[in-house]
Each structure stands twice: as C-alpha cells, then as structure tokens.
C-alpha cells in the first residue's frame, strides 16, 4: 500500500504568503485568547485545595456546592469529573486558615448529606509553590528552545535554527491559546506534554532541513532555485512526516480515549501539538528559512568535504 | 551483504535476555504480607522473633505462605488480604507495642529473580495509593531560637566574668550588647569572643553598644541541623504509623517530602507528623513508702508516675512534677563510651542548661535524675542515671545499665526527640486505594491500545519490514521496563504516559527507515543495496531528531518536579532505548531474514509505487 502518489514536486514555498497569513492569525488569536480568557491553572500552580469525591449513584452538583459553600471558604468550584458520579470540588487558599484540616471539613459535611460518598483524592498545595512552578516551567521552556537552537544552529545553519524555533514557539503558543480558549485545565502534566512537543515537533523541521541540504548538494538539482530545492525537500519526505504523526498520533489519541481524567489534558496537549506540528514544520519553517535567506552557500562548507547522510 | 557479525546478534540477544528477566518482576504482582520491624535497635528483629510470629499464627491456626528475615525485619506473606489482617491482629497481641507491625504488599516474583536483584519497579502514590507531603522548615524560627541562646549565654559570660552591661536586645538577627564605658566594651568584647567564636561581633565605641551577628557559615549549619533534627524526629514519628516502605527525604534548602504509601487516614497522619514532642528533666523519688503507695494506685501529691521502656521489659518510676530542665538547652546527643568502656550518651547543654545542671547535680549527689520525653501527653521516661558527682561545664554523661544498642536509642530519642523549628504543611496530596489501581488499568490500557493500532498499521502498511517494526517496538516496551525495574524508578501515571508518548515517537525512526528503502527501491536500486542505503541514510536524521527531544527531555529532567519529574525520567531512558531498538534490533531483523538470499530480486515491504515516466 502507498497512501502518498505525488508525481510533482508541489510547491510549497509559492503558498508562503496564504500559510504565513494564516499562522499569523491563529497566532494572533491564540495570544488574544491568552490574553483576554487566560489560562485555568490548576491547583498546582495557584495553591489551594482539590478533592475528587466518588458516589455510588449520580451526584447532585447543585447540592454539594451548597453544602460547599455554607462553609464559608470562599470561592469554590464543583464540576463533575468524566462521570455523573465523579465530582472534583475545587477550594481556594485563604490566608489564616489551616488547609490541613479542610478537607476533613468538607468530607465531613459531604458524608452527613450522603454516606456513600467517598474521599479519592486530595490535592493541597500551599500559595509559596505555585510561583515556584510557574518559574521553573518558564526557565525549562527557555532552555529547552536554546538547546535546541544551539544544537541546530551547530548541525545546520543559523537560520534553520531560528525558523525552527519560531515554527516551534508557534505550536506552543496555539496549544496554550486552545487551552485558554476552551478553559481546559492547565496543571503540571500538561506543562509536561507541552514541553514534550517542543521537542518532538522539531524533529520535523529536522527531517525537512536534513533533506533540504542534501538537494543542495545533489549535482542534479544544481540549477535550481531555492523555493524549488525546497519543494522538492518537502515532497520527498511529505510521505514519511503523515505517517510518523498518524502513528504517534494513534498512541495518544489512545491516551485521550483511555486515560481517564487524570492524562486527559496531557493527552489533548499532545493532539493538539502534533497536529499543529506537522503544518508548521512544513509550512511554516520552511518559508521563515527562506525568507531568512538561506541559500546553497550557507549549506556546503568547502571544509567539510564529506557527505551527510540524510532521509 | 546484509549480514551482522556474530557479535552484533549476541548483543542483540543478551540485551534481550536481560530486559525479559527484569521485567519479569512486574508481571507477578504482589501478595499481601505483614511486616515486623522496631524502633529500637535494643530490641532487635532475629529468629527468636521469627519463633514467636510463628508459634503465635499457629495458635490461631493461620498458615503463612512463607516467612522472611530481611535486614532489620521480619517479613510474613500470606495468601489474601483476609489471611493477612487476621494474622496482623494475631501478631499485635502476641508481641506487644514494642514493635511496629505493618501492612504490606510484597512482589510475588519467584525466588530465582530476586536472587539476580530483579525487583519489580516502585509504584508511585498516584498508582497505589497514599499520602505526600511537603513540609517547609520555619528557619527564622531555628535562628530565632539560637539567637535566643546565644543572648542567655552573653549575658551568663558576662556575669561570670563580672564585666557589668545595661541591657542585651535582640533586634532580628542580631543581638546588641548595651555597656557602660569603653573599658567594659573592651573587656565584654574579650570575653564574648573567646567563649562563642561563632558570633561575629562589632563594637559601636561611640555609644558603648556591642553587636553580635552569627558567622553566615553558622547560620548555614543551623539551618541544614534544623532540616536533619526534623527529618530524624519525621522518622521517629512515622515509625509509629506503622507505613510500610515510608519515604522521608529533604527537597531543596529547607522543605522535606513525606510519603507513606498505602496510608488513608490522613488526619492521624498529620496529626503525628505535626506534633511536637519536648525532653524533661526531672528528678526520681526512690523512697520506697512513697513508691509502694504509688504503685498501689495512690501517687502522692507532686509526683507523676511515669513508664520506663528498658530492654529488660517495662517498669514504673516516680518522679517529682517539677521540670530541671528540658531539651530546649540540649545541644547535642551522641551515643559512645565512658572511661570505663562501658556504653554511654554523651550530652552537650548549652551554658543555661549547663548552669543550671550544676546546681542541681550540686544539690541532688547520689539520687537518680530522669530524662523524660513528652509527647501528645504521654510520658515516657528515656533513662534514669544515678548522679555521681556534681556536673558543670554542660558536657553530661549518662552511664551505666545500659548496652551499646540503648545508647543509640537514647541518643536518638534525646536528639530527634523534638523538632528544631517548626514545620508547616505547604502541600499534600492524597490518592485512594481504588484510584490508584484504576490509574495503572488505564494507563496500561491506553499504552495497550495505542502499540496494538500501531503495529497493525504498520503491518498492513510495510508488510514484513512492518513485523520487523512492531517487533523492534515491542523490544523498546521491554528494554524501557528492564532499565526502570534496573533502576528501581518510581513508576507514576505520567510514567506511564511518557511509556506510551516514547513507543507513538520511537515508530519515526522505523518510519524514517522504511521510507527511505522504499524511496531507493523507487529509483530502482537493488534490494540488499536498498537496505543498506536506507539505514544508513536514515541513521543520521534519527540521530539528530532524538537529541533535539532528549535536549527537551533533560531540561524536564533538570527543572520538573513531582509529576514532571516521573514524567521526564522515562521520557528521557524512553528515547535512549528507541534509539538501539529502531536501529540496531530492527536490522538485526532484516539481515536475519534477507541477509542469506543471495539472490533477492524484491523486499516484502508494501507496495512500492513509480510514477509513471
């Protein structure tokens, strides 16, 4: 079976300006959302204190919120979690109450309304380790794309690093403006899956550039231009970049069905990630590269005489 | 042609061979058992307790599945969890509070694996269920509180030495000396910085004050003592909740991480983790009309009396209400020898302490003092020595009717009794039994699900050279479980994931491969030549997308923590696996299974399509 019967090169690069516009927009819009609707940090990163309860029979949210709320603790969220009988109840820090005691509390009133209620997790996390979080997850993301810069700028050229990294930082950027959008939980998995991508998308971009540079190299393509050489890079590996996604795009899609609550929002990070992956990396990158200028002289060093071995 | 050496095919084989038996472990599963150990090392765990245990089940008729000495305890299996609670309660009765009787799960692997250190991996809280906590040490509070002793000791020395001061303030983290004239600065400076060397001290010669600050190396080891004192009182404290397998660990500067799986009462548990215990001394009433009415049920006026938990069994002693002294002004307790080479414990006070031990060592020659820890209102005396002479100097010697192992003991108890700053809870996480064991259905499920629809796509799409694929990846699965049961990894839900994220991403390489054969085949190169063009033009890009995501994978590594971190680790071994598995296991495929056709005129590798010229 081939799945991929393409008999010209298609040119990628004359479609530059459509993609880099509609980038731009989802971009645009990803960093509106962000920025107007922000993102639902879970408890991790905000402090405060998560219980997941489990009944025998559906739950009544509207009666577990009340009880919730006579307790005074401020602002708390009861939402069900995958099933009806499933309930997540979600309270905030407040300075001068022991949250160490909280969560009796609310099992405490929560068993007095309903005996078959039962305690499946608590979360509690102090205020003082959420910034903490944030921080680091910033400082890992920053080093990840210097890494990555710096390991392709080596192996490369400056200019693929550059347009790597943008076409990587723009995945990123729609992954979080998704979650920012639908109001999905951001938590520390998540971060964890977003991460990941940054490091699997660019793979892509490699696979694309490793073939790009070898046109380059070939004595039969000498003639042409780079748009062209470049067509013809996305072409030849276009088969092997569906494939590859689809598969591990299997694997998490199977997270996502099979996983239950708890991989749900690393699951869909990586979804979304992967799909956005494969556009960027070809449509993205590529015309970032060219429009960086790069060019056959960039690719072959007289100095290094022997031929890289490439898809 | 196509063909390995024979070394390359032993590795191949022996990397097998290695990564079944280590993931061997984990396919067992557990049985119940029921774990003997104790606190003390006077009361140690040896075949004469393993007769006990025995003899007690037997009286109950409970036949355990297979008894075991393991280091410092006695592990007992049983064949179900019922089993395994009745023989608790048959143990508990049997031996009494001395020891620490625990639930636990042990690996059902046979004997044969776990002489070749094959263990299961260790299943984190998410997975099976517990309690963590983050604790955060109050270290203003530990300097506060030396900074205390360190103005009692100024003024003491200064009395001693008869320099006359005004007043000693202290003003957060430093001290200040009020004197009258320069002449009493200079004296007082003389003698504050010959008896604490550890104060940095500046002198004000306009207004006749003294400054005293703490040497910034000083403050460093009060706050990592602080964080260990803490640590070894967490220990104490969780021994008695009698978790199986607790982790106590330090987490940064000044946090410690507390994880005592299998635990579900959450409120006895912090409960005990937050309490704070104190040491007394007090003096022993050993007349003996005085002890036999106490002992009758009549405990005169002013007296309490107390349990004493010795190697010899338990006694009663009766001691005078008043506190002497308590541990606040000890310093320091190490277990060693006296003169004699009898076992002793060795105490350091501090000059309040010390003083005010001399005098009562002074006025009391000849009677027994007791050491008393106090903790959640019960009381309980650690050692009650006969005081020989007057003592000073502040440096005590408890000697006498003890053996190395109580020595320990009490030093322990003397030093871990009490916290050294008090600690806050600044994150807790707790995860039912049954949420835990749904957890690992479903992460195993999902992992499952998505290798199934991965190996039959690649099946249909590459034929053979799809097997191949499918195979090699189920090596990964292999090797990837054989390194983290290797490297007893703490196995959690987002490990699981980082399982299935590097098995959806290991299949690139494969892709990668089979591609590039099938492109070469395209342009019509022979099929042994194909083979080797496509792996070694594919060896390259593999390469370099697999640093690209490890260079992720380690900044994950570095900067995560808690879920990250689990997440991370087998990321990171995840892709270092795929790497050998993809190319190495694969190819070992392909040339078992072409490199011996001379003559190969097409590769069972799907469809190859030609554009038509």
Redesign the interface.
Known sequence: ???F?I?RDIPFMSYGRLTTAISLITFILAVFFLATRGLNYSV?FTGGTVL?VQYQQSADLNLIRDTVDSLKLGEATVQSLGSSSDVMIRLPNKPGTT???L??KVMGLLKAKDGTV?????????P??GEE?VS??L???I??CL??MA??AL?FEWRFAVSAIIANMHDVVIILGCFAFFRWEFS??V??GV??V???S??ES??VF?RIRENFRKPGLRGKSTASIIDNAIT?TM??TI??H??????????L????P??HG??MA?TIGIVFGIYSSVLVASPIALWLGVSREHMIKPTKPKE???? | MNRYPLWKYLVIAVALIIATIYTLPNFYGETPAVQVSSTRQSIPVDTALMGRVEEALKAQNISPDGLYLDGSSLKIRFKDADTQIKARDAIQRALGDSYIIALNLLPASPQWLADLKAYPMFLGL?LRGGVHF?L?VDMQAAIDKTMERYAGDIRRELKNKQVRYGTIKRNGNVLEVQLRDADTLKAAQNVVSRTLPTLVLNSDDANYKLTATLKPEEVTKIQSDAVKQNISTLHNRVNELGTSEPIIQQAGPNRIVVELPGIQD??RA?DII?RTATLEVRMVEDDQGKVSDALAGNIPAGYDLLDEATSRGDSKILVKKDVELTGDNINDAQAGFDENGAPAVHINLDSTGASIFRQVTAENIGKRMAMILVEKGRAEVVTAPVIRSEIGGGRVQISGSMNPAEANDTALLLRAGSLAAPM?????????P??GK??IE??F???L???A??AV??V??YGVFGVFSAISLAVNVFLLLAILSILQATLT??GI?AI??A???A??AN??IN??I??ELRNGVPPHSAIQAGY??????IL??N??????????L???????RG??VV?CIGILTSMFSAVLVSRGLVNLWYGRRRKLTSLAI????K?EK
């Open positions: 079976m081939e799945l019967r008999k991790e997941e949250s160490a005691q969560s009796e039962q305690l499946r997790k608590v979360d509690f996390v102090g003082s380790v979080l680091h997850g400082t890992a993301a080093l990840v890494g990555i390991y392709l192996r520390l998995t971060l964890a991460l990941a940054l490091g699997y660019v793979n490699v696979v490793d030849a088969s092997r494939i590859t689809f598969s591990t795009e299997m694997m998490v899609v199977s997270m069905v099979f996983g239950g708890a991989l690393f699951a990586l890289e071995a490439v898809v | 998410d983050l955060q959450t409120a912090k937050g806050n809870i600044i994150e807790e996480r707790t995860v039912g049954s949420l749904e957890n479903k992460g499920h999902s992992t699900w998505g290798f629809a991965i796509f690649m249909i799409y839900l987002p994931a299935a994220l098995l959806g991403m299949i690139d892709v990668l591609e590039r099938r492109e070694g033009h594919a060896w390259a890009t370099d997308s640093v690209t995501t490890l260079i992720a994978g380690l900044a994950l570095i900067f995560g923590t808690g879920p990250v997440f991370a990321h799907g469809q190859v399509w554009p």
